[in-house]
């Protein structure tokens, strides 16, 4: 395939995605490989630094650790893609930061001096799911679907440095309402479901979920509440960190607010390239579906057998 | 332009009955909020206020005055960076940012809880990632990873020492290692008052 060729990207792992849910980095691997597109290892990237916390703490710093990140991508040459909402908000705002502002560009190049590196600017930080939309496109994407979900209810998160803020991201300024997500999903014969607050927050992020757990918790419990009023068979999303609170959040809320929440809640809880992959075709142990091990705490924490269950008999 | 009007549009912030932190404010960046008109779109429009005492337009209008027990406010940490006030803003304030330049005026006074503070000082200053896989405590998720197929640690800082040395030389030159150091025996001096009562 000629097109595959321009398809190259250096992998920004992040935290979350390889230390804590290597599932979605595994299904990340298998998809990108299977739609033809190459990714290389950034061999030495540390963490973006997460933006609600470090960014928080000391803006020199996250800029100039984020910068570097940068810069080990572009002495490869090649745009960076991440599966991570935070990483792309790090990566991406201090991208456009250090590209408008010649002083603030000049200081962060004095100090990357000092360990032999400059930024330049010279490539892209890009999310997943902007290379799946906006690189390859949803045509493509279509021709590579093998099978389609007859019965299955999606509740799409997409987190909210994905979209926002909207004058540093790829999607025409929309931040309240974007589609992009679904027509996604919807390409697998999934069926993405409107529910309350969908652009809510999960409540991980800014620092909120090491402050105190218990306010992160009630955000996801609203959202999973919400998700479940609109009869939700899985969730959706496209950010490790959302995944976690998603997913560990369940059980959080499950005994946080027990009373509040009553039924306990169990809503498998997907990555995007997982749902994509089984749709085409590619076998469920490369994405990190199928647990093979007896590890005790470790993730996923709501089981994910139902869901499997369900699609089983419409993978034909 | 008269007089008086040349007086205000020079004038930073309001001025504040306390030291130096209306200038910090001021050097931050913070006087853009002197276009803020406290309509209250952010407060409406916050998650987090939904669900605790944070809101954004009070908490704005106390930095704008210059009022530093803001500083000590632990609602500040309550925001999730979602960037919803930042959309929504009719004054076009970047207003999640006007936040996070908050957090790290009050960082610098040694406001940090210390839950963040050890993150930043023991996790991230000496493994260079946020949520680290390597350590003893860590085995479960290096098993993990290996059920998946792939290598126990990822191609990052873990299978670089000489990166994380890199990354620290970095956040000394910014002046990182001194904030942490500083705050630390902050911390430690606090808890020995503690301790003596």
Known sequence: MSESNKWKYGFFLGCVTPNRYPMIEASIRAVFDHLGAEILELEGASC????????????????????????????????????????????????????????????????LAKVGREFKGSIEPKHVVQVLYQDMGIEYLQGFVKHKFKDLKVAV????????????????????????LDEIVEITGAKSIDYKDKFQCCGAGGAVRTAVKEISADFSREKLENM?????????????????????????????????????????????????????????????LIK??????????IPIESFLEKVKAQLT | MSENVEKYIKRKVYKSTSSGIAQKFVDAGLEKLRACINCGTCTGSCPSGRRTAYRTRSVLRRALTGDESVLQDIGIWFCSTCYTCYERCPRDI????????????????????DAHFGLANKIFYET???????????????????SYGLPPLPPTVHMHPEAVKECQEL????????LLDRIEKQKEAEKAKKEDK
Not at chain 1, 292 to 301: A, E, T
Not at chain 2, 94 to 113: H, S
Not at chain 2, 171 to 178: C, E, I, L
């Open chain 2, 94 to 113: 970047p207003v999640t940012d006007m936040i996070i330049k908050l957090r790290n005026i009050a960082v610098e006074e040694g406001f940090i809880l």
């Open chain 2, 128 to 146: 260079g990632h946020g949520v680290p896989a390597n350590g003893e405590g860590n085995k479960k998720w290096r098993d993990l990873r290996e």
């Open chain 1, 157 to 180: 998160h997409y987190g909210c440095h994905i979209v926002k803020p909207s004058d540093k991201r790829p999607w025409d300024g929309e931040s309240e309402d974007p589609r992009f």
């Open chain 1, 48 to 111: 973006c630094p997460a933006p609600g916390v470090f960014r928080a703490f000391h803006i020199p710093t996250w800029l100039v650790i984020a910068a570097r990140n940068i810069t080990i991508a572009e002495e490869m040459g090649v745009d960076i893609v991440t599966g991570c909402n935070g990483c792309y908000g790090t990566l991406r705002d201090a991208w456009v930061e250090l590209e408008h502002d010649y002083e603030l560009k000049k200081m962060i190049n004095e100090h």
């Open chain 1, 292 to 301: 093979n091990h007896d590890l005790k705490g470790v993730s996923p924490f």
């Open chain 1, 228 to 288: 479940r009023d609109a009869g939700a068979d899985i969730i959706i999303n496209c950010c490790p960190f959302c995944h976690l609170q998603l997913d560990l959040g369940q059980m959080e809320a499950n005994s946080i607010y027990k009373d509040m929440v009553g039924e306990p809640y169990k809503i498998p809880v997907i990555y995007i390239t997982q749902l994509l992959g089984l749709s085409f075709g590619i076998d469920p142990s490369l994405l990190g």
């Open chain 2, 171 to 178: 956040m000394k030159s910014v002046g990182f290692r001194d």
